[in-house]
């Protein structure tokens, strides 16, 4: 069993940190989420080896979800568009292009 140091801690709440969504230093306050990894960081009292044991599995599942979006973005890049646009670059992918009467639809 190890023991919990204040360098551990603080490596794992640069750990969460890092993997929670960015947000605006200037613009805009801390979201919930920020407040409640700081305020449970920042209490006098030492965790348990089960809530740092935790800490770190949502600091990895933060890590993974972030990189599965990655991967979905970059193997389906059709995903965000409209169906026009969809069939404008099938048709382009195959050598043919939209009909005169499509594209001024576009």
Known sequence: MTSITP???RT????LLR???PRSILASPR????NRV???FSSSQTPSESAVAHAEQA?????HQAQYVTLIERYNPGMGMDEEER???TARRVGMD????FRSKL
Not at 12 to 15: A, D, S, V
Not at 31 to 34: C, D, G, V
Not at 98 to 101: A, G, R
């Open 38 to 40: 700081r305020e449970q």
């Open 7 to 9: 360098y551990r801690l």
């Open 12 to 15: 794992l709440y640069r750990h």
């Open 98 to 101: 939209l009909p005169e009467e």
């Open 87 to 89: 069939v404008r670059l």
């Open 31 to 34: 979201t919930p989420l920020h």
């Open 59 to 63: 600091a990895a599942y933060f890590r």
């Open 19 to 21: 993997e929670l969504p």
